[in-house]
């Protein structure tokens, strides 16, 4: 993508790797948006629901440091806890993809034959869905409870991750260690997890980032249309999608959440295209 | 050799079918597992049982799933849509309207945008690692990072709060003269120009460099080919496969940007239409949407695979 530009601050080696200056700092955003999640209730410093401002779309205060909502409530503390709702479901669903797609991969690039076949054309079809269509419909179906909300965010983006984690798998399965592996007498469960894992796991890794953030987006995208999270809780997404009338007033109840997910997503994609080669690179 | 090419295009075709028939058995299966009976839902608290039994059976809820499904399926083809549950229209009269709208929003859009992200992903990719590329590879990560919305509220607050020039959010439908049209989609325009711009150029200038770094490339370069020769008259026809097939799918983001944008646009289309039948969960109109826009991805991506088919040279 970007070529690694000469990184003229490289920091010493962490675990043998050296990182750029823009890695360290979208690393330390990513750390950031973190610490904010977890400790949400110790930072606001308003209640989430209390109705502070007698105004509504207040303009940015001392007191008041991202102004007000729609319903006089203060900005900052809704975002500060948004952040919980945007990080956690997004985690949750990479984490639910990610795992679901490689161990899929794995298995259809170690069995091989029908199963194989089978699986990657209905990955294949599923992938031609385009996402936010996809999630449109899983929506109308399921409902957008949070657990249906990350279950539909996961189904999404598991055919993704299992046809890269399958490309990867069946070059690897190729190799000499592996025939070794197969004439020893090992089992599948085996070859998977012991010879084909190890060496696929940071390109792996890499593409887990790169879903975090279509998964962000994807959330935030349906929060917006006011399909995903439902109130009285409140992701970014959600929180543009209630202040949108703000958006003529030029309030900062509409720009700061989006601020907000850009600054996560970016973060995610420059650390990605900054980290060592040796991690990003596909041949393991 | 044209046999060849012929029976690879037939293949792609057969693969194209039996993709739209999976994924509109996807669609049907994912709104039949609605918790809630569809009959109770619309005839309200006090219906009674008998009444429910009715509806259900006048609307053949009562069949099993994989025949309702058929008759879905062949209402599909034959261009019987069904009917609405919401406002009780037949689907094709709510559709045909809004279908010309979002055509017109995409076809404008790609229109500008084709042409403006090729000419920037090419040469971004002819130029590479120049301050030049550096600034439009910064440029379209920025935009491909952000959610859409983002970049249509940008585009409200500067074009419309900060600079007055055009309308915000409401979109009007009296159209008076020529101006008031192009008043109307242009904000919508430019935001879907920016969204669907970025993909482009950022799959472009990856499949010309890619070309650029074939050996047969080094080799033109090597016997004292000009720069413009090399990129025009060896890069470029080779690059043409994939660039068609970065297009297709790039423009396939349309659909993901033209959801949020008739959203906060307002705009009548078949998108926000879509989102508003997911709002009052009216089955028939979202599987109908949602089968419309896999069709029109699927059309994209397969004439792409023949494009990339019949370029290339050596089935030539």
């Not at chain 1, 007000?68 to 945007?86: N, P």
């Not at chain 1, 657990?147 to 598991?158: E, G, H, K, N, S």
């Not at chain 2, 739209?20 to 005839?43: K, N, Q, R, W």
Request: net charge positive; hydrophobic share 55%; proline share 5%.
């Amino acid at each position: 993508m970007t070529q690694s530009a000469p990184s003229t601050s490289a920091a010493p080696g962490i675990f043998g790797y050296t990182f750029s200056f823009v890695g360290i700092l979208a690393f330390a955003v990513i750390l950031f948006w973190a610490v904010v999640a977890l400790f949400a209730p110790q930072i606001a410093p308003y209640p989430i629901g209390k109705i502070v401002d007698m105004d509504y779309f207040g303009p940015m205060s001392s007191k008041l440091w991202l102004g007000s909502d729609y319903l006089g409530r203060d900005m900052l503390s809704r975002i500060i806890f948004g952040a919980r709702y945007t990080l956690g479901i997004a985690l949750a669903g990479v984490l639910i993809a990610s795992s679901s797609g490689v161990i899929l991969g794995m298995a259809a690039a170690v069995v091989g034959g029908w199963f194989d076949t089978a699986l990657s054309r209905f990955m294949d079809a599923m992938i031609s869905i385009p996402s936010k269509l996809f999630g449109l419909v899983v929506v109308a179906a399921v409902g957008s409870s949070l657990p249906a909300l990350i279950l539909t965010l996961a189904f999404i983006y598991t055919p993704g991750s299992y046809r890269f984690a399958r490309a990867l798998a069946v070059n690897v399965n190729t190799m000499d260690f592996i025939t070794v592996a197969r004439i020893r007498g090992e089992n599948t469960l085996y070859l998977a997890i012991s010879e084909i894992l190890p060496n696929i796991i940071r390109p792996v890794l890499a593409d887990f980032g790169i879903r975090f953030v279509f998964i962000v987006l994807l959330l935030s995208g349906l929060s917006f249309l006011g399909l995903g999270v439902q109130p009285p809780l409140a992701d970014w997404g959600a929180l543009v999608h209630e202040n949108i009338q703000g958006l003529s007033f030029g309030s900062a109840a509409v720009i700061a959440p989006s601020i907000a997910i850009a600054s996560l997503t970016i973060s995610v994609n420059l650390l990605i295209d900054n980290l060592p080669r040796k991690i990003r690179d596909r041949s393991a | 050799m044209n046999s060849e090419i012929a029976s690879m295009i037939g293949k792609r075709l057969v693969i194209a079918v039996i993709t739209l028939i999976i994924v509109s058995f996807a669609v049907f299966f994912a709104t039949s597992m609605l918790p809630g009976d569809t009959a109770t839902i619309l005839l309200g608290q006090a219906a009674t049982p008998d009444a429910v039994a009715g509806l259900r059976h006048a609307m053949h809820l009562d069949e099993p799933a994989v025949l309702r499904f058929l008759r879905w399926i062949a209402g599909l083809v034959t261009g019987d849509l069904g009917t609405s549950y919401a406002n009780n229209m037949p689907i094709s009269k709510l559709i045909s309207a809004r279908f010309v709208n979002t055509m017109k929003l995409a076809g404008i859009t790609a229109l500008i945008s084709i042409p403006f992200a090729l000419t920037l992903g090419i040469t971004s990719a002819v130029l590479r690692g120049t301050l030049y590329d550096r600034v439009v590879t910064v440029l379209t990560i920025g935009v491909i990072s952000v959610p859409e919305f983002m970049v249509a509220s940008t585009a409200v607050l500067i074009f419309a709060v900060y600079l007055k020039w055009l309308p915000a959010i409401s979109f009007v439908n009296e159209v008076h003269s020529l101006y008031d049209l192009l008043r109307m989609y242009a904000m919508p325009v430019v935001t879907l120009t920016f969204v669907v711009s970025a993909q482009i150029i950022r799959m472009t200038r990856a499949a010309v460099i890619e070309t650029l770094s074939t050996p047969y490339v080094e080799m033109a370069l090597l016997k004292g080919a000009s720069r413009s020769r090399i990129v025009l008259r060896h890069a470029l026809p080779n690059a043409l496969g994939p660039i068609v097939n970065a297009l297709a799918l790039s423009l396939s983001y349309l659909i993901g940007g033209v959801i949020i944008i008739e959203t906060i646009f307002n705009y009548p289309g078949i998108a926000k239409l879509m989102v508003d039948a997911v709002a009052t969960r009216d089955l028939p109109l979202i599987q109908t949407c949602a089968v419309i826009f896999c069709a029109g991805y699927l059309i994209l991506i397969t004439i792409a695979d023949i494009i990339a088919i019949i370029s290339n040279p050596r089935l030539r």
